[in-house]
């Protein structure tokens, strides 16, 4: 292993403790965190020669200029936000990798023929505001006043929280870039599944990123007192959100590679002696092709729905984020591939069930993406984990695509 891919595991750790929950992982939109991995991960772009800047989203921005006249510009990055508990390489790894990259053909005197910026993007995991991609979105210019009015938790609005973060009015910005100044956008992220660990490689190729619908489905009955109505005359909205979890999970699972997952649900207001008289649960559904990830969706709905009808219950629904299966460059996926085979020897192209911010940037210009191993297939979990071998390997591919990409130029 060289010196920067010790340098590389270094950085991933001590990014990885940064936090707003002592403890665990957690850094989550515009907060205290994320305003330090922002200070912490620009004086590492710094470092490595790159001007840096943050958006008024939040979004981190390092650019190295090359001396080339009408140079063009490849966008790297990945987020640097995490859901809840996280681990230390999903989004972070995208966003330093591309720096100590940087760093690797700098000490060895490489100067490229295009621009590059290295992007940490401010939010992907949809944790603090139910839309995802707030970050590439205003980054790409597709940040719609319709997303400013998204609530969290405490009940401040998307565009409440922004302006509060930059202290002054914001409108949703213009595209950072015209697609006629990209040559496209690269990201690196773990696999977050157990292809590449069944294949024994270290890293594989992107080919697209699976079809995503989100939504959260309230059901309403009628709240009681838990020790004096009689089970028959009970409205209760908690069991029959149970009974459709349990539903969905079958669902799913009769139909692979079909998806679907209640990650989250709620009894405002409950307590352990009242009967649920609301219960509020999030669905996440995904699948390679739209048409069948859409279809699975209204299904799924309707049978909350008639669910709900036979326990004399509501059940509202609303559609929270929907993102259509994405490709990859064909173009910029054979040159990846090119630079996989030279370093590991053999390229596997594998599909993402998880969704990126490239889904955004897509509109934007051509992406690729490379994905490296992480050890059970574990994501979203304090134990992610990918080894300093693999890292090792996805290093040496990206500075290889990088030398390549620039030797055509
Ligand atoms: O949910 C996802 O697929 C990604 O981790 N945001
Ligand atoms: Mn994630
Ligand atoms: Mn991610």
């Not at 090359?66 to 996280?86: I, M």
């Not at 040559?183 to 599944?193: N, R």
């Not at 995503?212 to 409205?235: E, I, S, Y």
């Not at 051509?366 to 297939?377: E, H």
Request: with cysteine; aromatic share 4%; proline share 5%.
């Amino acid at each position: 292993m060289g010196e920067h891919s010790h340098q590389l595991v270094r950085l991933l750790d001590e990014l990885g403790r940064i936090t707003d929950e002592p403890g665990r992982l957690t850094r989550t939109f515009l907060s205290p965190a994320m305003e330090r991995a922002n200070h912490l991960v620009g004086g590492w772009m710094r470092e490595a020669g790159l001007t840096v800047r943050e958006d008024e989203t939040g979004n981190l921005i390092g650019r190295l200029e090359s001396p080339q006249a009408g140079a063009k510009t490849l966008l790297l990055g990945s987020h640097l936000d995490t859901v809840r508990n996280a681990g230390r390489f999903d989004g972070a790894l995208g966003v330093v990798l591309p720096i100590v990259a940087l760093a690797e053909l700098k000490s060895r005197g490489v100067t490229l023929p295009f621009h590059v910026e290295v992007l940490g993007f401010s939010e992907e995991e949809a944790v603090r505001f139910s839309g995802a991609y707030i970050g590439s979105k205003a980054f790409t210019g597709r940040l719609r006043v319709a997303d400013l009015r998204l609530r969290d938790a405490r009940n401040h609005t998307l565009l409440e929280v922004i302006e509060a973060h930059a202290e002054k009015r914001y409108t949703p910005p213009k595209a950072a870039h015209h697609k006629s100044n990209l040559l496209g956008y690269f990201e690196v992220h773990i696999e977050q599944g157990p292809v590449l660990e069944a294949k024994k490689l270290a890293v594989g190729v992107v080919s697209t990123i699976a079809s995503q619908a989100r939504g959260r489905l309230t059901f309403r009955g009628k709240a009681g007192h838990a020790g004096t109505t009689p089970m028959n005359l009970r409205r209760d909205a908690l069991a029959g959100a149970a009974e459709f979890v349990i539903f969905a999970e079958a669902f799913a699972g009769a139909r692979p590679p079909l998806v679907a997952t209640v990650g989250t649900i709620n009894v405002p207001g409950g307590a352990a002696n009242v009967i649920p008289g609301e219960t509020v649960l999030s669905i996440d559904v995904r699948h390679p092709d739209d048409a069948i990830c859409d279809a699975a969706l209204a299904e799924l709905v309707r049978q909350a729905q008639r669910t709900a009808r036979q326990r004399q219950l509501v059940c509202e629904w609303e559609p929270t984020m929907r993102h259509s299966a994405t490709p990859c460059s064909p173009e910029l996926t054979k040159q990846l591939a090119r630079s996989v085979r030279a370093v590991q020897g053999k390229s596997l192209t594998l599909m993402s069930g998880a969704g990126h911010d490239g889904v955004v940037l897509a509109a934007l210009t051509p992406i690729a993406m490379l994905f490296v191993r992480c050890r059970d297939g574990l994501s979203h979990h304090p134990d992610e984990y990918a080894s300093p071998k693999d890292l090792d390997v996805a290093l040496r591919v990206v500075v290889d695509f990088l030398e390549r990409l620039g030797a055509e130029k």
